[in-house]
């Protein structure tokens, strides 16, 4: 195998890589998929503080009755990490079958009080979380911080293509033109 300027030569075939262009196409490809995180952060962070929002000022007591638990094992398979407990609650004439958020144990048949959003059985949490709960602006520092170095990495991305030539234009003929003597 020999190596040839840009191209690689095996057995009488060649091969030619652009590097230029694949260092384009994968600054691009990073740069979109930094963004695609940025915009899901984004999202994620604005989702969380609705929800939260959403329990407080809409949320309406219920009372589950627990149909059964499950033991969640570790991460080895040997200790006890929680538990799963599933259970059900009717609310406006439509039962509700929901997995309880608080992970601990309850007997078969007991009764949990829980708050949820009329419409929305998933949207569920017990009262005491309810309360603690407090939309944040916190949620939006890590997205923030990415889309600042999005930012630059685009620029600086674009001021290295500028300086390298590959813009992607053409340069206009009267530029590129040599000078000619009269």
Partial sequence: MEGVGDATVLRGASAAVDVRRLGRVL?????AALAVLVATLFWAGARHNSRIDRLRDDGVPVTATVAQCRG??????????GYECTGSFVLD?????????DGALHARGSVVQLVTVPGDPTLLATPATVRAMRTSSGVYVLPAVLLVVLVALSAGVGVVL?????????????????????
């Fill in 93 to 101: 004439g439509h039962r509700s079958e929901i997995t309880l958020p």
């Fill in 72 to 81: 969640l094992m570790g991460g080895s398979g040997s200790n006890l990490a």
């Fill in 27 to 31: 600054a691009g490809v990073g740069l």
């Fill in 162 to 182: 500028r300086s390298a030539g590959c813009t992607g234009r053409s340069r206009p003929a009267w530029r590129s033109a040599a000078p000619t003597a009269q």
